[in-house]
């Protein structure tokens, strides 16, 4: 069996992403916004919005209702535990490893469907992504899949698309792909970018790890619109990061306060669709 090391040494000659891209995001707290659809989105679309959430498990009792559409949310814990319930979506606990995936479609209300977990803390990515146009109107959907029911591609959890032989069993849409990756000291690894695949970004939980730099806990990187393989070796402490790529999304960002469309006349009814299933999620 070949190697990752193997791997590594066998990808050196070629070309690799470059890094066109860093931030660490803006606002303190529990909650540092990396990126949201009026400014990197624009990028990295159909990657739309990313923050960074590192509180006390408590603040699940808080959050309050509020409405999506034309997007779908991705919720991946790095740290601790949350316990779900969603009535006939499922109920069970989140963890490292596991996902939330919420298509919110035509429109939707959510934000009530966490409680405290085992843990006093718990840390982790929301991420948004615009849905294509085929989708954006659809029936909205949750769906929670426990850690292990997401396949493993060496240290990847394939949090959602298709990589290596493995399938995600999230019910996403072709041509994007979002990943969990924990590396030991000193690990090294390479995602080879699928054909199409040129939007690449990833963004660091723990640890340290060194690409085209180095890169350290809070720090989002952002790679250029290429194929190339992103090749990563893990710092004295190991790293804990999310990485996402995708085939590029074709439209223009609309944008509404809590919604993402392709379309002003989508947008539109979106919104109206938002205020007109309100009361049935209140």
Do not use: C
């Not at 469907?113 to 991420?127: A, I, M």
């Not at 990061?241 to 919604?259: E, K, R, T």
């Not at 379309?263 to 205020?275: F, H, Q, T």
Request: hydrophobic share 40%; no cysteine; net charge negative.
């Amino acid at each position: 069996m070949t190697s990752n090391l193997a791997v590594v040494q066998s990808v050196s000659a070629r070309a690799e992403r470059k890094v066109v891209e860093r931030t660490r995001g803006s606002g303190r707290g529990p909650i540092v916004r990396l990126m949201s659809p009026s400014d990197l989105g624009q990028l990295l679309k159909p990657f739309v919005f990313l923050d960074l959430v590192d509180s006390d498990s408590s603040v699940a009792r808080g959050m309050n209702l509020h409405p999506h559409s034309g997007i779908a949310t991705v919720t991946v814990l790095t740290e601790g535990n949350l316990r779900f319930d969603k009535g006939k979506w499922g109920t069970g606990t989140l963890d490292y490893g596991g996902v939330e995936w919420m298509r919110a479609g035509s429109g939707i209300w959510h934000g009530d469907e966490y409680q405290s977990g085992s843990s006093p803390r718990f840390k982790g990515f929301q991420l948004w992504v615009a849905l294509p146009a085929a989708l954006e109107a659809s029936s909205p959907e949750w769906q929670f899949v426990e850690s292990k029911q997401i396949p493993e591609v060496g240290p990847a959890r394939l949090i959602v698309g298709a990589y290596q032989g493995e399938v995600s069993p999230v019910r996403s849409f072709d041509g994007i792909n979002y990943l969990l990756v924990t590396l030991a000291p000193g690990e090294e690894w390479v995602y080879e970018t699928p054909f199409g695949h040129k939007v690449g970004w990833l963004a660091v939980s723990h640890g340290s790890m060194s690409g085209e730099g180095i890169y350290t806990a809070g720090d989002m990187i952002v790679f250029d619109r290429s194929d190339a393989a992103i090749m990563l070796r893990a710092g004295a402490d190991g790293a804990t990061f999310v990485l996402g790529s995708a085939v590029p999304h074709p439209h223009d960002l609309v944008l509404g306060y809590y919604s993402v469309h392709t379309s002003e006349k989508a947008l539109k009814a979106g919104e109206a669709r938002i205020a007109e299933v309100r009361d049935l999620y209140a």
